[in-house]
Antibody
Framework: EVQLVESGGGLVQPGGSLRLSCGASGFSFSDYWMSWVRQAPGKGPEWVANINQDGGETDYVDSVKGRFTISRDNAKNSLYLQMNSLRVEDTAVYYC??????????WGQGTLVTVSS | DIQMTQSPSSLSASVGDRVTITCQASQGINNYLNWYQQRPGKAPKLLIYDASNLETGVPSRFRGGGSGTDFTFTISSLQPEDVATYYCQQYDNLPPTFGQGTKLEIK
């Protein structure tokens, strides 16, 4: 059974940093692209970033470019999102998702990031 | 970015009813359109990919259609467990973008 489990969310002040993690199991993690997708309260999902199988290719939505960094450790079956210079508008539930060319076929349960003073 | 507009934004129907949601893209997206179901407090779940293909394990009462800029999502016979918010998502152009959602309730 495919499982994705996010962790690392919490309350952070504007301008602060946070690192999210996603542990994967039940599939060959190193064979798949992975994405982070976020959902602000009461809004639709928003794709944030993705990364290819070996970590050599990444892409980001414009609003997080230069502030967020996606990475992975295939030996640990883990995906990460380093978030710096956080803004109030980054407040959301962050999901990791298996990415089949932007068909997100498995999602984690999400981790809540709240940016507030 | 491509804008995805869903209608209606909310919908109330009876068990057994046929329900249809529409999704319009701000430009043509070929058939690069997915549909997701999000039950309250849960993560989105992929139901339909490439406009009309049913994801493995998804009941056959769910159907997707359309092409170009106009797409539909239909539940042929509404069940109580279908209470959820439904989202369309395009991936013809980066970044992939989602609609604002259609909240479906039971009368």
């Amino acid at each position: 059974e495919v499982q994705l489990v996010e962790s690392g969310g919490g309350l952070v002040q504007p301008g602060g940093s946070l690192r999210l993690s996603c542990g994967a199991s039940g599939f060959s993690f190193s064979d798949y692209w992975m994405s982070w997708v976020r959902q602000a309260p009461g809004k639709g999902p928003e794709w944030v970033a993705n990364i290819n199988q070996d970590g050599g290719e990444t892409d980001y939505v414009d609003s997080v470019k230069g502030r967020f960094t996606i990475s992975r450790d295939n030996a640990k079956n883990s995906l990460y999102l380093q978030m710096n210079s956080l803004r109030v508008e980054d407040t959301a539930v962050y999901y990791c998702a298996r990415d089949m060319t932007f068909r997100f076929d498995y999602w984690g349960q999400g981790t809540l990031v709240t940016v507030s003073s | 970015d491509i804008q995805m507009t869903q209608s209606p934004s909310s919908l109330s129907a009876s068990v057994g009813d046929r329900v249809t949601i529409t999704c319009q893209a701000s430009q043509g997206i070929n058939n690069y359109l997915n549909w997701y179901q999000q039950r309250p407090g849960k993560a989105p779940k992929l139901l339909i990919y490439d406009a009309s293909n049913l994801e493995t394990g998804v009941p056959s009462r769910f159907r997707g259609g359309g092409s170009g800029t106009d797409f539909t999502f239909t539940i042929s016979s509404l069940q109580p467990e279908d209470v959820a918010t439904y989202y369309c998502q395009q991936y013809d152009n980066l970044p992939p973008t989602f609609g604002q959602g259609t909240k479906l309730e039971i009368k």
